[in-house]
């Protein structure tokens, strides 16, 4: 069914463009008698291009893994409270462009800052091409700002990282070896009912593995906080580690596509992918060079153009 629903998906948009297409040339043939006003071309025109550029997009988004949903991981940098502060905006921002899209949203870790915003944060995002989309949002994103927390009221730059993989569902198939994995479990932080706190029903899995390019030992951490019950918790653990070993094994396939991955830039500080410049009311992403004024819009979800203009230019790689 699924399957079916996604080639309908295909066909309903082309259908969408050529009805749309044949449309406009009618429409400018009328034109030329006078039938219809120029107007009214321009009406056709904007939508024929607008219907396009969405299959156009859609075409950018035919890997495997970009039809599946997405853990979205939030880290403060250095920097201390502003970076902190500086890393919940954007756990903010990313929520509401979720809500924007219809997707489900479930935070499944997460660590207050010092005094203020957060150490660290999980999203799981679940909707079809969830991670088609975000996977442009892997990287450093710096803010410059005069910052609040800041008392000579002096201009700061913060730094947080963003990483992005793919979420597993039943369709894929990852071998885990159980004797791999070590648990610990701690008693939840934060708001979220009266016995959060005092059980432990937060757990931390440990899964060491070899590194088939490198030979190293490595180790995958995860954990999670986001239920109540201890066992619900290990469940989703599981889930997320499946995750990461599958977007793992992507990296290896990624890794013949060596031209393409140079284009990218490491995630690291002082490699940022963008850069969000409040005093100067300027977003700007340093892949694509596209940016804009509407700061607000930008920290309330409305990242689509940043999305849309890194795909279409490195999507089709």
Known sequence: ?????????????????????????????????????EEEVDIGYTLAIKLIEDLELKNMLRR??????????????????????????????YQRWCESKGYKANVSNWQDGDDAGIKTATLQVEGDLAYGFLKSENGVHRLVRVSPYNAQGKRMTSFASVFV?????????????????????????????????KVETGVRLHYVYNDEVTGEEKEIVIENTESRSQMDNRDNAMRLLKSQL??????????????????????????????????DRRVKDHRTNYQTSDVNGVMDGDIDEFIKAYLMEFGGE
């Open 1 to 37: 069914m699924r399957v079916v629903r996604e080639l309908k998906g295909w066909i309903n948009a082309y259908n969408e463009v050529k009805s749309a297409a044949d449309e406009l040339q009618l429409a400018f043939e009328y034109a030329k008698e006078g039938i219809v006003s």
């Open 64 to 93: 495997e893994e970009d039809k599946l949903g997405a853990v979205l991981k939030i880290n403060a940098g250095a920097g201390g409270t502003e970076s902190q502060d500086w890393a919940s905006m954007l756990f903010r921002m």
């Open 165 to 197: 993989v793919p979420l597993v569902d039943d369709t894929i198939e990852i071998n885990v070896n159980p004797a791999n994995i070590s648990w610990d479990t701690f008693r939840s932080s934060g708001a979220g009912g009266q016995n959060v706190n």
């Open 246 to 279: 599958y977007d793992i094994e992507l990296e290896k396939r990624r890794a013949a596509q060596a031209e393409v991955e140079a284009g990218k830039k490491k995630i690291e500080w002082g490699s940022q992918i963008r850069s969000y410049v409040f005093d």
